[in-house]
């Protein structure tokens, strides 16, 4: 060993204490989660370019083939406001079920929710944002209107088999607002949880979730209501979608939305991905050991064929690197130096 | 509350147990890490057009100025080898060092290392890979023989007064042979940590790291050689370096490479990512209470020129969106509903 010249500033961190931010929380992970896949809604939406309503309801085909069973599959919205989503009905018409699959749709109002009932949906999910500006861009009403709504739409669910959750937008972060204080969320989640609701999202919108906020929301939101259903809906918008995932792991949250391919992007940053994306979370569950019941491979296949629908680069890795022991030839391509 | 017809999964899953994947390990994350930025070394060697000396050199003056210490700043490998890093001796006089900044540059043998010792190099890194066909495709000879070569430039830089750093390449699994024996890396490890090296980077050379496989590498390393500092270098190939970062800091590692910008592709996935991003990194380290020293804002700034340089959209995020508390305006672009 010889001594350096320069201010060893690296040793210094290196031996640096590890105190500081000790957790006091689970420190299991769940043995089995579920998957939604929102692809053919949250993230279609955006897309200009119709898709055919027959590759829609192929994709969801081939997804409930690689073992998927719960969908956010289409949305109730009017069609002049999201045209790509206007064959909302057909396409749950041609979707084979089986047993276990939820078909989840979007209904953003009564008018939604009463074609929903006349659809093939198992889910109506109904959705708000957790602060005024965001819910006047996204919903044009106060919060407080909206959760009037969602009263209504509860007592006109209430004869109905039919599964409801609700959704809470920006519970992570507001694009306008910044921070959104936790007690905004405890009252919306409240809100769901005295109407009913089988279960709430908490949709990290525009991608601000952190794994300090993760942790924060998740354990208030079970304080209050122990036995209410929490998911949770990461968009990898910052890069840290998965980290989020692993946070909610660590949480106990068994439930979590992803996008095939990762498609969906952010209105808020051109460029930029949406929704984390369902096979690169698939291949983290299973090397983490927890099981999710989906075939990475046949997914891994299907978003292939989604990106040549669409049509572009789409953010998903693992459809582009392959599964890790997805072996390469001795012989073939090698890397530079290092 | 309604019965649903549909085969109830999701609540199954939902009240599931939490069993089975107990932690026995540290819970507590460092205070402060260091960032060792690679982005003018391995991100850049497989651009194929030549970077200017000078803006090589600028943009590391203005990672110093934005906080950043530490560098694999260049590499004297053969210029036929690698003709983008032909002006490494150029690059490093450019450099206006300040106290407590290293570089670092890559040497593969011992012609490198001569050249690197006439530099003004604060740290050589000499590398070898963990496998026997990744290290023939590498350095073209048997891993036995680089473990020679390695005393070799042990025995060269024996009175000089620069830091030496080791590093194993596919430490975390190899594209040719799958997964690797972890008594392979116990044995390479120990090898530098015989011949008094400063520390060790294990590379996931093409984004074959998983939590549990950076769990037990770690913990294993450490057991035999609890002084030697470890860096971690991992790629995003699969989307998961950001998660295994988080393991790493849980199993008290202090010390990750990474590029701007995400700079660096991988040889064996054709538009997969390489590098984890350093300025993502650098977010989520903020978020999670984490020091690395340096300013997310100067640290974008710098990412956008680089990519300005590069010419082509590169994957780091958090230069497309911003920090989270970026607000936009509530007058602005919206989202679709939902």
């Known amino acids: 060993m010889t001594d350096n010249a320069a201010p060893d500033i690296a040793s210094q961190v290196s031996a640096g204490t590890r105190s500081g931010h000790q957790e006091t929380s689970a420190v299991s992970l769940p043995d089995r989660v579920e998957i939604v896949e929102v692809g053919m809604r949250d993230g279609l939406q955006i897309e200009s370019e119709f898709v055919p309503t027959d590759t829609k309801a192929e994709i969801l085909n081939a997804l409930i083939d690689a073992g998927v069973r719960h969908f956010e599959a289409t949305s109730f919205v009017s069609p002049r406001a999201v045209p790509q989503l206007r064959d909302a009905q057909e396409v749950l018409e041609k979707v084979h079920k089986r047993a276990g699959v939820v078909l989840g749709v979007l209904a953003p109002n009564r008018k939604g929710v009463e074609n929903a009932l006349r659809s093939k949906a198992d889910e109506i999910v109904v959705f708000l944002s957790a602060t005024e500006s965001h819910n006047t861009k996204n919903l044009n009403r106060p919060v407080e209107q909206s959760l009037r709504d969602i009263e209504e739409i509860a007592e006109q669910l209430k004869d109905h088999p039919i599964k409801r959750k609700g959704a809470i937008a920006v519970a992570f972060g507001c694009p306008f607002e910044g921070d959104v204080d936790l007690e905004?969320?405890?009252?919306?989640?409240?809100?769901?949880?005295?109407?009913?609701?089988?279960?709430?999202?908490?949709?990290?919108?525009?991608?601000?979730?952190?794994?300090?906020?993760?942790?924060?929301?998740?354990?208030?939101?079970?304080?209050?209501?122990?036995?209410?259903k929490i998911s949770l809906h990461f968009h990898n918008t910052r890069?840290?979608?998965?980290?989020?995932?692993?946070?909610?792991?660590?949480?106990?949250?068994?439930?979590?939305?992803?996008?095939?391919?990762?498609?969906?992007?952010?209105?808020?940053?051109?460029?930029?991905?949406?929704?984390?994306?369902?096979?690169?979370?698939?291949?983290?569950?299973?090397?983490m050991g927890v099981d999710s019941g989906i075939d990475l491979r046949a997914l891994i296949n299907v978003a292939q064929r989604l990106e040549n629908v669409i049509g572009r680069n789409l953010p998903g890795q693992l459809m582009k690197a392959g599964p890790r022991l997805h072996l390469h030839d001795y012989g073939g391509a090698v890397g530079a130096v290092g």
Do not use: Q, W
Not at 204 to 219: F, H, N, Q, W
Not at 244 to 253: D, I, P, S, W, Y
């Open 184 to 228: 905004r969320i405890k009252t919306i989640f409240g809100h769901f949880a005295r109407l009913g609701f089988d279960a709430v999202t908490l949709g990290d919108t525009t991608g601000m979730a952190t794994p300090r906020l993760v942790r924060r929301t998740v354990e208030a939101l079970r304080a209050d209501h122990p036995g209410m």
């Open 239 to 287: 890069g840290i979608g998965l980290v989020n995932v692993v946070e909610g792991l660590r949480a106990g949250v068994t439930s979590y939305e992803s996008s095939l391919a990762g498609l969906g992007g952010c209105p808020f940053a051109p460029g930029a991905t949406g929704n984390i994306c369902t096979e690169d979370l698939v291949y983290l569950l299973d090397e």
